[in-house]
């Protein structure tokens, strides 16, 4: 078990944890929606997807995200994960991100997909 993401309590008055299939899930998130320079002591780390928000919608925005988003997961998570599959699409203020990945440990895949609205204010 590994500590649920985002942090908070479970119906114990503990930490929350999740089951290590949905811990990778969140890994992924956190890793997908975390501008570079955001981490204190990693400054690369993160995938730029939230920069492309207000970007032009265009199929080499959608590929130029998806080359930087499979080798910013392959990275970090590459020794967790195998990407099998990865699209991007940018809609109004929106960007949807889906990817189909295989656990390393188990073999077992799923496919995760994660949204993203623009926040009021934020600009690129």
Wanted: glycine share 8%.
């Amino acid at each position: 078990m590994q500590i649920g993401y985002p942090f908070h309590f479970g119906a114990n008055g503990r930490t929350a944890l999740a089951e290590p299939a949905d811990h990778v899930r969140d890994m992924i998130e956190l890793l997908l929606f975390t501008r570079p320079g955001e981490r204190v002591n990693r400054p690369d780390f993160g995938s730029g997807l939230t920069h492309a928000i207000f970007a032009p919608n265009s199929q080499e925005l959608a590929a130029a995200l998806e080359f930087t988003i499979r080798a910013a997961l392959q990275r970090y998570l590459g020794d967790v994960i195998e990407v099998q599959a990865l699209t991007v699409q940018a809609d109004d203020a929106a960007l949807r991100v889906a990817v189909r990945y295989a656990l390393r440990s188990s073999g077992e895949r799923r496919e995760q997909r994660f949204e993203r609205p623009a926040a009021v204010g934020e600009s690129p």
